[in-house]
């Protein structure tokens, strides 16, 4: 897996997360019930309950359990610093603007307190009762204190005073040295000692270091077992060497959560680097919003916590030790292939392999046959989109490139492949958004990288995220120039599209080729564009034209036509669209959605969604792909791109969809809907009460079918027909 972890990446957590700022009113004509809407928080939070059952998943490999717990941990520390943070600036404010359902912010508040506490104490549980023993029987421990012989304290003494000691930082509180700094996310320990001499008690903050592994390796023992401790374990039990001739009274580990969240108000005079920079550094000062306890600390520790951080006991989490299990992520590390998922080879596109098995590979050519639908990880990104950029960038009759760039990796082939380009005396352009959630000062870096390299960096608009995935390769072919373009649903990361599921086309259209032109003159000039003709764009038509698209079908289903809409997004918030497809559901339009993360839509509601239903799968990838599928009469209309239906994708963002044209491509999209969507396919099903149940066996006991395994067999099978 490379340490990357699929849902648990933060930045995917945060593109879950909604913005509070600018939300639409809702237009509510009285013909639909006012409670058609599930709560988007709760619904948040129901994700990240689906992502806790696979942890405690027994049929699952146990070192994947781990990392969904640690994948558990890090997506709730994002919805606290995002979503939390945003309702508390509400309340703070008095901007009592009501949330989706019509509810007070402090109402929400207090039902996602009471739900994230419950999911906590079940997140500790699997851990200490499920995960932790199944980590024992494979030889995998971690260690408390108390277990320890005394060869090992004594293995352990050394490598606190040689590898952990000299880190160390005590803080100690009194008149002369005021309550600490707690930075966010940090581990610590609270210290309270007695002076001997003076018999006062003091107290002292410990930081637990965050450049040390996590878990400390213990020394083999000769019984082969791996054997860890918990750092913080190893540091509670060494206080006496940081605060020598001091009586220990009691420590206790202790974390909080901040508002990390970032807020640039833009102009159109400003530096927008600069005045993200400074909010980057304000990031780390915001209000505390979370303290997470270990269930032993005592009243007066805590008393002292909640009184230096301003934090109500509502914000307070006691849990057992230890806290933050993110630190499991370190497990995949372990060369245990026998405990991970079986090793998953991505294939090259059968539609990219040369005729020849022992000529080159030519990108160009293998377009210039008909468009391209990759399908990642199943498909190979590396030698597709990635090869695609790099053989652009080495090809002297391509005379310009021009990107978007919402997230990628800091050592990225990607910009390399843009920055070779340039200093080949091709023109390229690309367009970085820096403002995008936790890669901000990433992108900042290797966006300069870009300029110095004579890229023409543009950083977008001003007001949007530019979130589209969209790359265009101008090449001379003779007396004519051609397009060579790719639309995708996932970022241009080498990294992770090893574990995100995305889609992308790769086609020589002409009519492509005139769009993203125009598209791109807009992102990096100026232009008032209209519509385009094989893409919907974001602000201004994406939002229209699906609405459109989703209108036609209740009206072919009122006439007595067929219809249907497939909708496969990672979120389903916005409340035009759903109301859009309650409509359709009452003119008798099948309508199918596929949804990763938070759905607001209540399916299966008598005489408003009777015809909906909703599914979403979680596994080893994590389904990042974005599908629109409308029937249309026969002539099915079917659009892939990177918007998700949540108030910022569609009116705050540059998103772009491109419609498909080959009917293979649209009988392959409709083919994993059939299998997603089937009772055959282990899958979470949403009722109309909000909640996700779990369908993975059948009524014999079976495993259902895992979708993802049986997209590897066939895109494997496939591979091998064409070999034959």
């Known amino acids: 897996m490379d340490d990357i972890n699929p849902l648990g990446d933060p930045t995917i957590a945060a593109d879950l997360l909604d913005d509070y700022e600018a939300e639409p009113v809702i237009v509510d004509d009285g013909t639909l019930p006012h409670d058609r809407f599930l709560d ?106 108390s277990d320890l012989e005394e060869r090992d304290r004594v293995r352990v003494d050394e490598i606190f005073s040689t590898q952990i000691f000299p880190v160390l930082m005590p803080l100690a509180v009194d008149p002369a040295h005021p309550f600490p700094y707690i930075s966010g996310l940090s581990l610590n320990l609270s210290v309270r000692v007695r002076n001997p001499k003076t018999d006062k008690e003091e107290f002292a903050r410990l930081k637990v270091p965050t450049n040390l592994p996590r878990f400390v390796k213990l020394p083999d023992d000769g019984s082969g077992r791996l054997r860890y401790l918990p750092l913080e374990d190893v540091i509670a039990n060494h206080l006496g060497e940081l ?48 303290l997470e306890i270990t269930d032993d600390m005592d009243e007066v520790t805590l008393g002292l916590l909640m009184s230096e951080l301003q934090i109500t006991a509502q914000e307070v989490y006691r849990l057992p030790a230890p806290l933050d299990l993110g630190g499991l992520f370190e497990l995949m ?17 059968v539609h990219l392999q040369p005729a020849d098995p022992t000529a080159a590979p030519d990108i160009f050519a293998s377009i210039d046959r008909g468009d391209i639908l990759l399908h990642h990880p199943y498909e190979s990104f ?10 652009a960038a080495a090809d002297p009759n391509v005379l310009a490139i021009k990107q978007t760039l919402y997230r990628t990796s800091g050592d990225s082939p990607i910009v390399e492949a843009l920055i070779a380009a340039a200093q080949a005396g091709k023109a390229v352009l690309a367009l970085v958004e820096i403002k995008a959630r936790f890669d901000e000062q990433a992108n900042i ?3 300069r990288k ?38 995708g649903t996932g970022n241009y990361n080498p990294k992770t599209s090893r574990i995100y599921e995305d889609l992308g086309l790769l086609t020589a259209d002409n009519q492509v080729g005139k769009d993203l032109t125009r598209l791109f003159n807009e992102l990096s000039g100026y232009a008032i564009e209209k519509k385009f003709k094989r893409l919907l764009v974001a602000p201004l038509h994406l939002r229209k034209g699906l609405l459109k698209h989703i209108n036609a079908e209740a009206k072919n289903a009122r006439e007595g036509k067929p219809s249907g809409i497939r909708i496969k997004v990672n979120s389903m918030v916005d409340e035009q669209i759903i109301d859009a497809l309650y409509r359709a559901s009452q003119a008798g339009v099948p309508v199918e959605v596929w949804v990763r993360g938070i759905c607001s839509l209540r399916p299966g509601v008598p005489g408003l969604s009777e015809t909906i239903r909703v599914r979403s799968i979680l596994g080893r990838y994590l389904e990042h ?27 705050r963002r540059v998103e772009s969809l491109v419609r498909l044209t080959s009917p293979e491509h649209i009988d392959e999209l409709n083919g994993m809907f059939d299998l997603a969507m089937s009772d055959k396919a282990d899958a979470w099903h ?7 149940t779990r369908r993975n066996r059948d009524a014999a006991g079976e495993s259902l079918l895992d979708l993802q395994d049986e997209l590897m067999r066939q895109i494997g099978e496939r591979r091998r027909a064409v070999l034959r």
Not at 58 to 81: G, K, Q, T, V, Y
Not at 463 to 485: D, F, M, N, P, W
């Open 243 to 290: 605060f020598p001739g001091m009586e220990i009274l009691a420590h206790h580990e202790f974390r909080v959560t901040r508002n990390e969240d970032v807020v640039v108000e833009e102009d159109e005079s400003e530096n927008l680097i600069q005045a993200l920079e400074k909010e980057l550094l304000r990031r780390r000062f915001g209000p505390p919003i979370r």
């Open 625 to 651: 792909s974005r599908i629109f599928a409308f029937h249309h009469d026969g002539d099915p209309q079917v659009f892939i791109g990177s918007a998700d239906m949540m108030h910022r994708n569609l009116d």
């Open 450 to 487: 870009l300029e110095k390299a004579g890229v023409h960096v543009v950083y977008g608009l001003v007001g949007l995220k530019t979130h589209c995935k969209l790359a265009l390769v101008i090449r001379q072919e003779g007396h004519q120039l051609r397009h060579y373009s790719h639309i």
């Open 382 to 391: 590396a030698t597709s989109v990635q090869a695609f950029l790099e053989q």
């Open 333 to 349: 590390k372990l060369d245990r292939p026998d405990l991970k998922y079986p090793k998953h080879v991505p294939t090259t596109s």
């Open 40 to 145: 988007r928080e709760l619904s948040w939070l129901g994700f990240n309950q689906r992502v806790l059952e696979l942890a405690e998943d027994e049929s699952l490999p146990i070192l994947e359990r781990a990392n969904f717990l640690a994948i558990f941990a890090s997506n709730l520390d994002e919805f606290f610093m995002v979503r939390v943070a945003g309702l508390k600036r509400r309340i703070a404010t008095g901007l009592a603007v009501p949330t989706n359902v019509g509810r007070a912010p402090s109402e929400v508040l207090a039902d996602i307190s009471a739900k994230a506490h419950e999911l906590q104490d079940r997140h500790a549980r699997a851990f200490g009762e499920l995960v932790k023993p199944a980590l024992d029987a494979a030889d995998i421990h971690i260690e408390n204190w």
């Open 445 to 447: 870096s290797w966006a």
């Open 686 to 692: 949403l009722g109309e009460d909000g909640v996700w």
